[in-house]
């Protein structure tokens, strides 16, 4: 896990620290990854950019992560 302060490891899996996560604030968009909708600064594809980084977005999860984005305001 990535936070501003630096990498974390963590046991836990993933749906574990989701479910600990606010989830108007987080969203798991692949298998491997949980995001923060508040640092994403857009969409290119099937990856959602924080910074520099290009993070994956899977096929089952884009959706998803596109009908959230719509109902909660995000990105616009």
């Known amino acids: 896990m990535y936070t501003e302060d630096g990498r ?3 046991r836990l899996s993933l749906s574990k620290i989701l479910d600990n996560l606010p989830k108007e604030r987080f969203i798991r968009i692949h298998r491997s990854y949980i995001v923060n909708l508040q640092f994403i600064s857009h969409l290119e594809g ?3 950019m ?4 290009a993070i994956p977005v899977s096929r089952g999860k884009k959706e ?3 009908s959230y984005i719509k109902a909660n305001g995000c990105l616009d």
């Open 8 to 10: 974390i490891v963590s």
């Open 46 to 48: 099937n990856h959602v």
């Open 50 to 53: 924080i910074e520099e980084a």
């Open 64 to 66: 998803e992560l596109l």
